[in-house]
């Protein structure tokens, strides 16, 4: 990356509207979110794409916390033969295996698999530390990289090596076990929700969708700009496959061995791609006040260094103000339109441009990211306008991708619908559905679009299901997804 300043990098992001894919990759390389690195399909995330993915991890971490789980570290080369013992696991894994097989410049007699995800470790390693009921339940949750050998790989949204939290917990009862794939499928939900500002549908997967190796899986989806859909997080149902794969038993209240019901759940930095492409606009990002690095931008305006020591004198106090609030002074010796969208492409949510005419009515103008709004502040204002400013800012974003997903969601009760509906635009169709796998694929082959989440049970009346005609049991959304 050459000086980006020279080539006028803001002009440079493609149209939204005309290249979707290629205005993201703009967007984030450009607001200096993520790049591509040496190494084919892996991205290295820059300070300022790190520190929008710390204001995500931070909150999160704290829930997991506040809901009794502590966080642990394994591991990340696994054993092959960890890995072969759950088949279904193994077949959805091993085609995007990293191994590594050589080490101190010895074949090594076990490859060992850059782990992809934890659940067979985990399972090995509790064998030891579970024995009885008493020692359950087992919660816990690490912060990681993980690898998967994709082939095709698109910054923040598939890469071959990304950051994570994977949750892993061991309960005495599958009731116990269920009741904490909804819980922590919640707080993805408050996550995306109250901190991204990405209104999301939550609800079961089909069987074709789910983890390899879980009984059932659930996901919270979000809808990007482009009405296509982007799982954002997901919570896993595992029953005792696992647990008897790795042969962890425990001592049950009638003194027998049992085998412990298992979960996982995980949210990655495919959260930063999610807040990218559910707010961003063609002069780049947009980010919810809650999460974004800087929240305000001050762009001091002044032509001689005496104007210079008047705006830096009054902005002492201002910075005072608004000491709870992430805030930058711009003071670089370059113009203030060139700021302005320099700020506007990283998508600080507010800026505060301030000039000696200002100075002189004791007040500065304040600029909403959101529509460019402009509002006159006095000075001794901002410390209780810039804070409630920031708040409406996150309310109308989530407001506004909500009525988004609204207007570009319909309900159809037929195949044909479904079809011409997908040919000519792109959403959420929500539908009647029987369950069957078939008409996963009938739909699928016809359209590319998959089932997203399973919504509820269908209505008391028995409504035939959109594809096949047979009675349904639920309702389930469809949408093209990433
Ligand atoms: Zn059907």
């Not at 939290?165 to 819980?183: K, P």
């Not at 600080?348 to 909403?368: F, H, M, N, Q, Y």
């Not at 204002?381 to 909500?402: S, Y």
Request: with cysteine; proline share 5%; charged share 25%.
């Amino acid at each position: 990356m050459a000086d980006e300043r020279d080539s006028g990098f803001v002009k440079e992001i493609r149209k939204q509207s005309a290249d979707f894919p290629g205005w993201y990759t703009d967007v984030v390389r450009k607001a200096q979110l993520a790049d591509y690195s040496p190494v084919r399909g892996c991205m290295v995330i820059r300070p300022y794409g790190y520190s929008l993915w710390e204001n995500i991890r931070d909150p999160l971490d704290g829930l997991i916390k506040e809901t009794g789980h502590e966080n642990w570290y394994f591991p990340a080369l696994i054993p092959l033969s960890f890995l072969m013992k759950e088949a279904e696991h193994v077949e959805g894994f091993q085609p995007e295996f990293a191994m590594v097989t050589r080490g101190g410049g010895k074949e090594l007699e076990e490859p060992l698999v850059l782990r992809p995800t934890s659940e067979t470790m985990i399972a090995s390693v509790l064998r030891d530390y579970i024995q009885s009921y008493r020692d359950l339940p087992v919660l816990t949750n690490q912060w990681n990289n993980v690898f998967r050998w994709e082939l095709r790989t698109r910054l923040f949204l598939r890469t071959l090596e990304f950051l994570w939290q994977e949750g892993h917990t061991f309960h005495e009862t599958a009731a116990e076990a269920e009741e904490e794939v909804v819980r922590m499928l919640e707080q993805y939900r408050r996550i995306a929700e109250e901190w991204c500002a990405v209104p999301v549908l939550a609800g079961r997967k089909s069987d074709t969708e789910k983890f390899a190796g879980a009984q059932y899986s659930m996901s919270i989806e979000g809808m990007m700009v482009d009405g296509k859909a982007l799982q954002m997080g997901t919570s896993h149902y595992f029953g005792d496959n696992f647990t008897r794969a790795y042969d962890l038993t425990f001592t049950g209240r009638t003194n027998e061995r049992q085998y412990p019901y298992s979960t996982s759940w995980g949210v990655s930095t495919r959260m930063v791609g999610a807040v990218v492409m559910a707010h961003g606009d063609d002069s780049g990002l947009q980010l919810p006040p809650r999460i974004a690095p800087v929240q305000v931008i001050i762009i001091p305006i002044f032509r001689s260094d005496s104007e210079r020591v008047q705006i830096d004198t009054a902005l002492q106090q201002v910075l005072t103000d608004l000491e709870d609030i992430r805030v930058k002074v711009d003071w670089r010796d370059e113009r203030p339109g060139f700021k302005f969208n320099e700020w506007e492409l990283k998508g600080v949510p507010l800026r505060i441009e301030i000039g000696p005419r200002d100075l002189a009515k004791g007040e500065v103008t304040v600029v909403r990211r959101l529509n460019r709004a402009k509002q006159n502040v006095p000075l001794g204002d901002l410390g209780v306008t810039v804070p409630a400013m920031l708040e409406e800012i996150q309310a109308a974003l989530f407001t506004r991708a909500r009525e988004f997903r609204e207007a570009h969601t319909v309900r159809l009760d037929s195949l044909e619908a479904l079809v011409k509906f997908f040919d000519t635009s792109i959403g959420f169709v929500v539908t009647p559905w029987c369950g069957r796998t078939e008409d996963e694929r009938t739909v699928k082959d016809r359209t590319t679009a998959t089932t997203r989440v399973i919504l509820g049970a269908s209505g008391p009346a028995a409504q035939p299901c959109a594809i096949c005609g047979r009675p349904a049991s639920v309702e389930v959304a469809w949408g093209k997804a990433y």
